[in-house]
């Protein structure tokens, strides 16, 4: 059976993060994802992980080195991968898909979840610097960043679409639904 890539594209906090964790913890696949990168580089720096350092760095590293710069380096991680798959979290540009979809195994799913709902995930997670005490206006402020403006250009491309406004068990459902029809 040939590897499995997956691709998920979503806003903030729509559940890109937890169809990963599934995924790997039901179906063995690696998970591969653009802000690990971002990360790593920021703690070496030994600067906080904070949403404005990472949509900086992102941008100086696409400007210096190409567009697509971090999607070539996720997608030889995910042709070099032994996992039976692949699921990559936080694809946004499209520049990104444009590199990732010249594999012939690759499936982009698109995540979506009420703007309110996102938002109670946001600061339930604090998985950035300074998130857990975000306001309302100013989640929706940073939606307007360039990455996030350009994810409804992107979810165009999305095969899958995948509502995510219930529980776990019903994200759950909906990712096995998906995989029997790529698999």
Do not use: W
């Amino acid at each position: 059976m040939k590897k499995i890539i997956i691709g998920f594209i979503g806003k903030l906090s729509a559940g890109k993060g937890t169809a990963c964790a599934y995924l790997k913890e039901k179906h063995q696949a690696q998970v591969l994802m653009f802000s690990r990168i971002l990360r790593d580089i920021l703690d070496r720096l030994y600067l906080p992980q904070s949403r404005d350092n990472m949509q900086n760095l992102s941008q100086s590293l696409r400007e210096t080195f190409g567009q697509d710069a971090l999607a070539k380096v996720i997608a030889a991680d995910a042709e070099r991968s032994e996992a039976p798959m692949v699921a990559i979290d936080g694809i946004r540009r499209p520049k990104d898909m444009e590199f990732l979809k010249k594999s012939d195994n690759f499936q982009l799913v698109f995540i979506e979840a009420d703007q309110k709902l996102r938002y109670e995930r946001v600061l339930g997670r604090g998985q950035n610097a300074g998130e857990s005490q975000i306001s309302f206006e100013q989640f929706k402020e940073n939606e307007k960043a360039e990455a996030e403006s350009l994810i409804d250009e992107v979810r165009k491309e999305a095969k899958f679409t995948i509502a995510n406004n219930g529980t776990p068990e019903e994200l759950y459902q909906q990712i096995e639904l998906i995989l029997t029809k790529i698999k």
